[in-house]
């Protein structure tokens, strides 16, 4: 659908319930460049005894790519769990299955930041050549884009970027007349678009709405398009725009519904304050 940044429908968006080729069909059929891929779904399809060879025929039967690869979780804990070690090479062989060059991640656990650097510095030099994109949102043990990028910052590493969410942008009270500085712009590799009611649940259940209610990009009280325009007027040239909505309601009308919805709702967006990165 764009010509330089891939449109791309994220993993969350789709739920958990459908196979690998249903995720790809619905994405490609409603006019997405690119799918986002969690392990987990990774996971299930060779589970479902898929080979790495079939999930790329499948893409190219659909001409679509993944163009997205999530997520890194507790890599801040001493103890990392065994399961999330496993979680995280699988993410760097989807990387280089797929030609994805970056990883989405998230800390949900809270640490001072000057711990969170160095925790992040050893996951930047485990991931080598690929490049570590750190989500902020305001539940979890990164609040904003500010402490996101001084983690990155006191980290030292030069593959450690940030994403940046319209839903937590909103819920983490920013305002869409900010302007990023120049060395926070540089550092954006993906932003993700979505809307939310202006009403937010209580702050403890925040990840509750974020996970299950969240509303298509225009549809909510929030102006998704201003977040767009933010984004250019800061001078970000993200990799990818990806499409998160994580919703119950619009899962219950099954995922082509769900995916064409996300699209039409995205291009209108962009028809209007990006016009530049469509085709």
Request: with cysteine.
């Amino acid at each position: 659908m764009s010509k330089h940044i891939p449109l791309t429908l994220s993993s969350w968006t789709l739920g958990d319930e459908y196979t690998f080729e249903q995720r790809v069909k619905a994405a490609s059929q409603a006019g997405f460049d690119g799918i986002g891929l969690r392990a987990e779904n990774y996971i299930d399809a060779i589970h479902s005894r898929l080979r790495d060879a079939d999930l790329l025929e499948i893409l190219n039967k659909y001409q679509i790519k993944v163009t997205e690869v999530e997520s890194i979780t507790q890599w801040a804990d001493d103890d990392m769990p065994y399961e999330m070690k496993y979680k995280e090479q699988i993410c760097y062989h989807m990387c280089r299955l797929f030609d994805v060059d970056h990883i989405n991640v998230f800390l949900l656990e809270e640490y001072p930041l000057d711990y969170i650097s160095e925790k992040l510095k050893s996951l930047c030099l485990r991931a080598g050549d690929l490049k570590i994109a750190l989500e902020p949102m305001p539940y979890s043990g990164i609040y904003d884009y500010l402490d996101g990028y001084e983690i990155i910052k006191k980290s030292g590493m030069d593959n450690a970027y940030l994403i940046l969410d319209n839903w937590h942008w909103v819920k983490a009270d920013h305002n869409y007349n900010d302007i990023l500085p120049r060395e926070i712009s540089e550092k954006v590799i993906s932003i993700q678009l979505n809307d939310s009611y202006k009403r937010s649940y209580a702050q403890d259940y925040l990840r509750t709405e974020s996970m299950h209610d969240r509303l298509l990009p225009n549809h909510g009280q929030n102006n998704t398009s201003g977040f767009v325009e933010m984004i250019k007027k800061s001078g970000v040239n993200p990799q990818i725009i990806s499409v998160e909505v994580n919703s119950d309601d619009l899962l219950s009308m099954g995922i082509y519904k769900a995916a064409k919805l996300g699209f039409g709702s995205t291009k209108n967006v962009l028809n209007k304050s990006r016009p530049d990165v469509l085709r």
